[in-house]
């Protein structure tokens, strides 16, 4: 599948758009708000800014972004249709019987944040909720519930564009996800009216303690910690009869009067201050893909989606006769306070790039797992020119030397006009991981390695071999370069 239709483009529709767009799927958009184009063109540029910085190899080139006049030009053609009109029954019901018409048999997914599956297919359509989260080109999670067959199809299709399905055993309305958010939402109202917290101290009680260990672990893993040696029995046992104790007001509803309303207005615009919707929006971006990548480290909640998702994606072939072994966009983290990429960020990129070849001689993970690999012993990188965040990086690797216990490459990054942006020579020697020692690789490791460099020999390399400060003679470089 590669084509989508957006039926409207608020922020939700944006960011499903924007997921999509990223993925190398075209989109097209139908919104008859004549603010729509502007207001996804604000969410594709947040979006373009932070969802390739979770990955370190590139995302597929994006897809082709239309605004349809018509909700039937947007559907026709489509593979998947995602409704984000607002939630109002009669309204997608209203919309669906156009997409019927339009397009007979497409798969419609709901964005819907609280409706029934069985509601919303009621009138015939093929309908399936795929309930997402702000801001859908980051957070992974989304909710599924329907026909199973069409569940099955929504859940084949999330994992494509690296989210994670969640699919509801039961039709329950507002979904799982939801009630725990208003759960929490309306005992937080319930402390602002009674004067016991303010939005900016409820917001501290939970960025600050359970909101950080949620983001990782959940709510129940957590408590199982908290048993400690003990277990999670004991733990239930000592604390479960507080459950009876009136410490929450969960089950009733504060009225959202004047008073109230104005309390948490005027607290919360004290807390915010002088940022701006725009300012709070690139705030929870740039902490998100923080968040997450962190989370990479260790496979835990959606920094494990990310690998799994990046395990698909693959390098990208070869440029200018070499293997592509890296392959990314340059995320904000790797800028400096000039705001282009920095020393430590281009030996990051070529430490990559060394790893991807690596894979392509056989001395991969499962290589390293035998007790064999490859240690760096030597390094030197050329700056060439600038690289700036958000764009398109490809390194390609050269293996100048691969005999004996010695591997010798020479990594070329490019910028996405071709421009060589700099050159890392890296000098490495296969090793026993468990003596510790260098030794010769196995053989079929070696026979690649040989491989490559017959293959690579005759390629010019402008700059290999220098000493620091020492200019390299014209040559042919900019023959592959």
Known sequence: MSRAAIIGGGLIGGGWAARFLLNGWDVAVFDPDPEAERKIAAVLENARRSLPALYDRALPEEGRLTFAATLAEAVAGADWV????????????????????????????????????ADL????????????FNPVYLLPLVEIAGDPELCAK??????????????????IDAFIANRFQEAVWREALWMIRDGIATTAEVDDAIRLSFGLRWGQMGLFE????????TGYRHYLEQFGPSLAWPWSRLTDVPELDGALVDAICTQSDAQTGDRTTADLERLRDDNLVGMIRALRQSGSGAGGVVLEHEAQLGTGGMLHGLPVTAARQVPPGWADYNGHMNEAAYLEAGTWATDGLMQLIGADAGYVASG??????????????EMHVGERLAVTTQVLEGAGKKMRLFHRIFRADGTLSATIETLLLHTDLTTRRACPPEAQVARELDRLAAAHRDIPAEGAGLAVGQRAAPAKERDIA
């Open 222 to 229: 957590t408590y199982r910690i908290a048993g400690g040696e």
């Open 154 to 171: 929504a859940e084949a299709l999330v994992r494509s564009v690296g989210m994670a399905p969640l699919l509801l055993r039961k039709e």
């Open 372 to 385: 064999k690999s490859f240690f760096t012993v030597d390094t030197r990188i050329r700056y060439l020119a």
């Open 121 to 132: 297919a009621s009138q015939g359509a093929p309908v399936v909720v795929v309930h997402p």
């Open 82 to 117: 995602q409704e984000s009109v607002s939630e109002r029954l009669e309204l997608k019901h209203r919309v669906y019987a156009q997409i019927a018409e339009a397009a007979p048999g497409t798969v419609i997914g709901s964005s819907t944040s609280g409706f029934r599956a």
